[in-house]
């Protein structure tokens, strides 16, 4: 039962990693009874697998930790992938926004064009079985995996677990346990790419309206830390859209966020502006003078309502406090935050095994010779759009390429 690679996970990651090496002989080990459960149900089960914006741009869209990620999406970046699926018998629809999808908009024709390459080239995968526990033998230089059903060794340990969100795919953070077993660090998972829900919420009646690029300070303690510019959403039961799911990575419970719904830099320019309109207008009702804010009518409506206003009241006899309210709901919406949605909703995890202690030009452990990580398990995370999954199969050749390269007396089939 010994090996040259054993790659413990089934998802993006691992399988192109292990269709990736060259001259071995590869093992993959996956917990569940058939392989890619969390790439089936991406994009609704469309798979949004990568995107067509320049690669250089493409380390904007992983927060922090976008860096780490260079050497990775340079060695196998979208159009490669693009090229490889094509090659593969998957074409791709590049939608107006830079999204890819496969042609005929299945997640399963991704899969399985995965699936059959490792086939053809006599890749052994055994499913149903979960390793539990991974220990290194110093005298033989070799990694001992042990599973539910059996043990097995190997020269290089490949680990694409994936991370916690969606568990119920299978994605429950064991590649966590077994890199702590081997001495690395777990930065605290964290749900990402997650609908935010506020305290006391009051625009479920407005579920489906939406705002482009609008602006958002993100409040901790009575200071800003973080701003952001997006694509709103109102839903039913809290605020989403891209400007939230792309950085619901930093928000936490008891933050604040400030949303500003107008086309303004700010609240102070706005302000400014608003009081001019409605000084000149006196007139007119406060609800035709919001006409002229391109704002939707149920929204405005709604911050007429909030504000405790009679919308046919004229601006003329408008108090300033009342000018001063507008202004702020219009302008520097407070939504204080209750809860993120936990794993089952968030679309990927934030945190993992510490990029500190991995090689960002090999993914290879920079405490264990040989063992490497790839995919969601490691401490980073994309934006929506396809980023996750070009990561997972960035970093999953990577490690496959960094073994490929190692002396042949290093890393022979035993």
Known sequence: MKYDVIVIGAGPAGLLSALSVKNKKVLVLEKNKEPGRKLLISGLGQCNYTNSMDIEDFLKMYGRNGRFLKAALYNFTNIDTMNFFSENGVESFI????????????????????????????????????????????????????????????????????????????????????????????????????PVYTVNYKFKELAGISFEDIKVS??????????????????????????????????????????????FKNSEEFKKHFDNLILSSGKLSIKTVLK???????????????????????????????????????????????????????????GGVSTREISSKTMESKIRPGMYFAGEVVDY?????????????????????????????????L
């Open 95 to 194: 939608r107006e926004d830079g999204k890819v999808f496969p042609a005929s908009m299945k997640s399963s024709e991704v899969l399985n064009a995965l699936v059959n390459c490792l086939r053809k080239m006599g890749v052994e995968i055994l499913y149903d079985e979960g390793a539990n526990k991974a220990t290194y033998d110093e005298l033989n230089k070799m990694y001992l995996v042990k599973t539910n059903k059996s043990s097995y060794a190997s020269t290089n340990l490949i680990i694409a677990t994936g991370g916690k969100s969606y568990p119920h795919t299978g994605s429950t953070g064991d590649g966590y346990k077994l890199a702590e077993q081997l001495g690395h660090t777990i930065v605290e998972p964290k749900e990402a790419l997650v």
């Open 218 to 263: 993100l409040w901790r303690n009575n200071r800003k830390s973080e701003e952001f510019n997006g694509d709103f959403l109102f839903t039913h039961t809290g605020i989403s859209g891209p400007v939230i799911l792309n950085n619901s990575r930093y928000i936490e419970e008891g933050d604040v966020l400030k949303i500003n719904f107008t086309s």
């Open 292 to 350: 002229q804010m391109d704002m939707p009518k149920r929204f405005t409506e709604k911050i007429v309502e909030m504000a405790g206003i009679d919308e046919n009241k004229l601006c003329s006899i408008l108090e300033k406090a009342e000018r001063k309210n507008l202004c702020g709901l219009l302008s520097a919406h407070e939504f204080k935050i209750e809860r993120l949605g936990g794993f089952n909703t968030a679309m990927v995890t934030a």
């Open 381 to 413: 995370d994309g934006d929506t759009g396809g980023f996750n999954i070009q990561a997972a199969f960035s970093t999953g050749k990577l490690a496959a390429d960094s073994i490929n390269k190692k002396p042949a007396n290093c890393c022979q089939s």
